[in-house]
């Protein structure tokens, strides 16, 4: 089949070219060239930009186009109008968070209502206006090929060329070993996916024809973060222990969700419950976590440690946080139960006037 896909250099696209390519597929990637413009060699690419530099797309024709990149509605839209007659189908990858209920509703399936813009005009991606940007996304390539899209919507990505980070940084900071700071309790339910088998599933849908909208995440069995914390520290083979810290002390001590530690969701009971049977039912497989684990810290290790995370918080401030709560549970103000689990008792204002 000839597929174009608007990205490619970057996770996700990456993956998908590269599996593409092992599927004997003919590829068009179409990019700014900004980010690994020298990849696969054997891949024609066409340069331009989204935002009013579309030219290099006219008068070709593809049996598909995957949209990897579209986060802006009317780029979007431009880009799905030029091609609705010069593709059969339109794959565009979306996000969980178009959910009005996410992360807070349990249980969200591809009929829950999805959240509608306070202002359409928005165009400013930031991790706030993410869900209702792609939620415009989705209306305006349902709109230019109705009948004719599969809406992937998809949860957190893991493994390999991940420029996040907000995976990657539970296995490298367990393979450095010794106590580790873990969030909330260890019966907190993760999703993830490793990239390659939502870009697998991705072009199984392109050869079927698959139309509609799916939820992409996994894994096909419940996942909590005790569960992938020992993953990572069998896989790194590291001496790692692991110190539950109670939610309502991290974030009075002002620490970030998902961003200083990742896949943290305090408050959240739904964040890591999506259901995603649809997918599943339609051919969506998860390796296992062990397999992901590795080689995302093969790949992690080839960076080199020049490498400068962008999610994850500093071993001085992962001290710093784990020196204040076991000064809390000197003191009495927080047990530890027999299975791990911290009481607190009064520590936000402690914790708040202590730690910056």
Known sequence: MKILVLGGTVFLGWHIVEAARLRGHEITTFTRGRHNPDLFSDVEKLRGDRDGGLAALRGRRWDAVIDTSGHVPRTVRDSAQLLSSAV???????????????????????????VSPADPTLETVRPETMGPLKALCEEAVESAVPGRALIVRAGLLAGPHD??????????????????LAPGTPEMRVQIIDA??????????????????????????PLTLEQLLATCRAEARSDARFTWVDDRFLLSAGVKPRM???????????????DCRRALAAGLFCRPLADTVRDTLDWDAARGPAATPRAGMTREREAQLLAEWR??????????????????????????????
């Open 260 to 274: 200083e530690l990742p896949l943290w969701m305090p408050g959240a009971p739904g964040a890591a419950t999506v």
């Open 163 to 180: 420029p996040t980070d907000r995976f990657t940084y539970w296995p490298r900071r367990v393979a450095l070993g010794g106590e580790v």
């Open 327 to 356: 000064q809390l549970q000197a003191e009495g103000l927080v047990q530890q139960t027999e299975a791990g689990h911290p009481h607190q008792q009064h520590v936000g204002a402690r914790a708040s006037g202590s730690v910056h």
């Open 196 to 221: 390659r088998d939502l870009a697998s599933w991705i072009l199984g849908a392109v050869q079927s024809r698959r139309t509609g909208v799916y939820n992409a995440t996994g894994p096909a069995m």
């Open 88 to 114: 059969e189908h339109y794959i565009f990858i979306s996000t969980l968070a178009v959910y009005a209920g996410f992360p807070a509703v349990p249980g969200l399936d591809e009929n829950a209502p999805v």
